[in-house]
């Protein structure tokens, strides 16, 4: 049983940026993809980011791409999700997300981008707010 546990929980103004993590307790980090979504009241959970933790491949969402970097710390079991130059609508809960991903380049690569409902794992989520 994989456990994640995100942090961050953050308010912060519009422009601003803001860290969220995410830990995971399992002994083989690195073969996992983790990705993050989020949700907002009565919209369905959308794709934000994906990182392969072997190859360190990523994948975004065109909302995001160039405001979110994503990395990894394979030695902490630990992935982060740098925001910057935030929006009010970036406002949701985030939740991190693990899938266990084995294979060549093929498999990497589908694993980025799999949707919400494929993702075997889940983190409790965190509220991040961004006031205008």
């Known amino acids: 049983q994989v456990q994640l546990v995100e942090s961050g929980l953050g308010l912060v103004q519009s422009v601003g940026s803001l860290i969220l993590s995410c830990s995971a307790s399992?002994?083989?980090?690195?073969?996992?993809?983790m990705g993050w979504f989020l949700q907002s009241p009565g919209m369905v959970r959308a794709f934000v980011v994906a990182?392969?933790?072997?190859?360190?491949?990523?994948y975004y969402a065109d909302s995001v791409k160039g405001r979110f970097p994503i990395s990894r710390d394979n030695a902490k079991n630990t992935v982060y999700l740098q925001m910057n130059s935030l929006k009010p609508e970036d406002t949701a809960i985030y939740y991190c997300?693990?899938?266990?991903?084995?294979?060549?380049?093929?498999?990497?690569?589908?694993?980025?981008?799999?949707?919400?409902?494929?993702?075997?794992?889940w983190g409790q989520g965190t509220q991040v707010t961004v006031s205008s």
């Open positions: 990182i392969n933790l072997t190859s360190g491949s990523t």
């Open positions: 997300a693990a899938n266990w991903v084995v294979g060549g380049l093929a498999q990497v690569v589908a694993g980025l981008r799999l949707p919400a409902d494929e993702y075997d794992y």
């Open positions: 399992v002994r083989t980090f690195s073969s996992y993809t």
